[in-house]
């Protein structure tokens, strides 16, 4: 089932700049906090069959950027089209509200993966706190 999501995270990170296979990997980890590390295996065929079909294109660096026909894709699945962020403070607040679903979920299902974070995620609720 990840492998379905492959191509929507690789678009979604390369659409923010260029990288290469492997900072690719490292930014999927990230972004997983760690849950889930694809393999090479899974990330470079994807990434030569996105390059044949048009999507990315290969830098001399060895790092992908997104062509026109990438972008055109469509959206991430998780909201939001490429390179689009909320614009309104009604939409930034839904989507404050889905981020602290998936932390309510995360601190049930692994509460050590919260840990890390929690003096950052106090402080940001102490801001909100003095908006009200």
């Not at 998936?102 to 106090?122: G, N, T």
Request: no cysteine.
């Amino acid at each position: 089932m990840r492998r379905g999501w492959l191509r929507p995270w690789i678009i979604s990170i390369v659409s923010r700049s260029p990288k290469n296979g492997a900072e690719i990997i490292d930014e999927i980890e990230r972004m997983s906090w760690g849950g889930w590390r694809p393999s090479p295996g899974s990330i470079y065929p994807l990434l030569d069959q996105m390059t044949v079909e048009g999507a990315l294109r290969k830098r001399e660096d060895g790092r992908y950027e997104l062509t026109d026909k990438g972008k055109e894709e469509g959206s991430f699945p998780f909201g939001f089209p490429f390179g689009e962020r909320p614009t309104s403070v009604e939409s930034m607040v839904g989507e404050m509200r889905d981020y602290v679903s998936y932390f309510e979920d995360l601190a049930k299902s692994s509460p050590s993966k919260m840990d890390p974070y929690k003096d950052r995620l106090r402080d940001i609720s102490d801001r909100l706190a003095k908006l009200l």
